[in-house]
């Protein structure tokens, strides 16, 4: 088996503020992944990465940034903290880029002050 | 794009009693997709509860079933008779497995509260 890692579990920043998250994942997976996570808007997929060094916008992107240096780690960068975009973030990944299963970490809350 | 839809907010069951939360999909590549049901348990990460990759097949897991209805477009989650610990959020989702679209898509979770 294998497990995801997030860090930190709980990010607190200042509006306006640039806060990074960061995931690692020691399943050898090709593919990495980065929700946002609202209560009654389920998850929305922000960037995800078929490979090193790959990014793929998702739907919810803009305001964020991805960075993929290696194949076990992908962070995510808050470009601009504002109050409405506290929220759980989730990394997942998966072993390609196909139909396969996702694989979560237990996420991180960002609050914003 | 593709796109889920469930049952939304909370559905609150009585111990042994039996449940369905509903789950329809609409998926634009050629093929049929893979379906999964996720769930997060409270103080837990989301995790798999299982998952459909070919139609009409049926998926189950923990009392769980689902089948894969391709006519219907549909991926129903059902357990004949609920516990306590099965309290949780429930996710249903699909991944093209053709076309290039390869982006997991999510429904927006049902909240399931099972009463003693």
């Known amino acids: 088996g294998g497990i995801i890692t997030q860090t930190p579990k709980f990010l607190i920043g200042q509006e306006g503020q640039k806060l990074t998250l960061k995931c690692q994942q020691n399943?050898?997976?090709?593919?990495m992944y980065w929700y946002r996570q609202d209560s009654g808007k389920g998850l929305r997929l922000i960037y995800y990465?078929?490979?090193?060094?790959?990014?793929q916008k998702g739907d919810l992107s803009e305001g964020y940034d991805a960075s993929r240096e290696k194949k076990s780690s992908f962070s995510l960068t808050v470009t601009s903290a504002q109050k409405n975009e506290m929220a759980v973030f989730l990394c997942?990944?998966?072993?390609?880029?196909?139909?396969?299963?996702?694989?979560f970490g237990e996420g991180s809350r960002l609050i914003v002050v | 794009g593709d796109s889920v839809t469930q049952t939304e907010g909370q559905v609150t069951v009585s111990e042994s009693k039996s449940l369905i939360i509903n789950c329809t999909y609409s998926?634009?590549?050629?093929?049929?997709?893979?379906l999964f049901w996720y769930v997060r348990y409270p103080g837990e990460g989301l995790q798999l509860l299982l998952k459909v990759i070919t139609a009409g097949q049926k998926g189950s897991s923990r009392g769980f079933e689902a089948t894969y209805n391709k006519e219907a477009t549909s991926f129903h989650l059902q357990k004949a008779s609920v516990q306590e610990s099965d309290s949780a959020v429930y996710y249903c989702?699909?991944?093209?497995?053709?076309?290039?679209?390869?982006?997991?898509?999510f429904g927006k979770g049902t909240s399931l509260v099972v009463h003693p």
């Open positions: 399943f050898n997976h090709d593919t």
């Open positions: 990465s078929i490979t090193e060094n790959d990014l």
């Open positions: 998926a634009t590549s050629i093929g049929y997709p893979n």
């Open positions: 989702a699909l991944r093209s497995t053709s076309g290039g679209n390869y982006k997991p898509t």
């Open positions: 997942a990944s998966s072993m390609d880029n196909s139909g396969n299963t996702l694989y």
